[in-house]
């Protein structure tokens, strides 16, 4: 608990480091993070005309549902599979100075946010440029992102010590997302597969939690399920490597 309390309560310490990743990751580039938006942006443009072709919808409305759906999934599998790596690659700072594990979880999703943010931009000059409306609702993304956050640092605290135990986890972690991906209605709405996709859409958390994000950016109030599932998740999830994490801190040096 003390881990715990002083790791997150200390978010000077812990923002300034993931703060001083993405300066680090992105040194001496001419843009920086936003190479990554860039890219995201090119996906969105190039693919977005053919799947709107293939789903016969009309690219100013799919566009938006597309970019929306996609920079959601870059956080919400980005959380997922950095949190694998947030002792491996802090391996030198744990095992040679006393640390809070939590407070690099909070910097791991920190710095998420912050790509995120970069990766907003590209959404919002798509939206200015297809006219999308900014309403009351979009507020909403504030405690989604909140939500979102909560989870993403019992993530990385329990796919952490996971992985510095078992290290093949990560690559069947990131091999699972890769296909979690089209299974989630990241490219197509539940509504285009009926009841199947209605099911596939209702029991995978992924997608709540996606929803939490892309409805907001599109005006629209996320379902009541989805923040039930974020919170619900938040609280199990939380409580639950709370109570592993009670267990297995003192050896996680050692697996490293």
Not at 162 to 185: E, K
């Amino acid at each position: 608990m003390s881990d715990v309390l002083d790791g997150v309560g200390n978010w000077r310490l812990w923002g300034r480091m993931g703060w001083a990743e993405v300066r680090r990751r992105y040194r001496r580039t001419l843009i920086g993070p936003f190479w990554s938006s860039l890219s995201l942006g090119f996906f969105v443009g190039t693919m977005g005309f053919l799947y709107a072709a293939l789903w016969n919808q009309a690219p100013e409305s799919y566009l938006p549902f597309l970019c929306s759906g996609m920079i959601s999934w870059v956080l919400v599998s980005g959380l997922v599979t950095e949190g694998c790596s947030t002792f491996i690659t802090n391996s030198g700072l744990l095992t040679q100075t006393s640390f809070n594990f939590s407070l690099l979880a909070c910097a791991q999703v920190w710095r998420s946010l912050i790509t995120f943010a970069h990766n907003l931009a590209i959404y919002v000059l798509m939206a200015a440029a297809l006219s999308v409306p900014l309403r009351p609702e979009t507020l909403l993304l504030l405690p989604g992102l909140v939500i979102i956050a909560v989870n993403g640092v019992w993530a990385a605290v329990l796919f952490g010590m996971i992985c510095a135990r078992y290290r093949d986890v990560q690559q069947v972690v990131s091999s699972l997302l890769q296909v979690a991906m089209f299974v989630t209605p990241v490219f197509w709405a539940p509504e285009q597969l009926g009841h199947r996709g209605q099911y596939l859409s209702n029991f995978n958390v992924l997608f709540h939690l996606v929803d939490l994000i892309r409805s907001p950016l599109l005006g629209q109030a996320p379902a009541l399920l989805s923040y039930a599932v974020g919170v619900v998740m938040a609280i199990v999830g939380s409580a639950f490597t709370f109570w592993l994490f009670r267990k297995l801190r003192c050896r996680v040096v050692y697996w490293l």
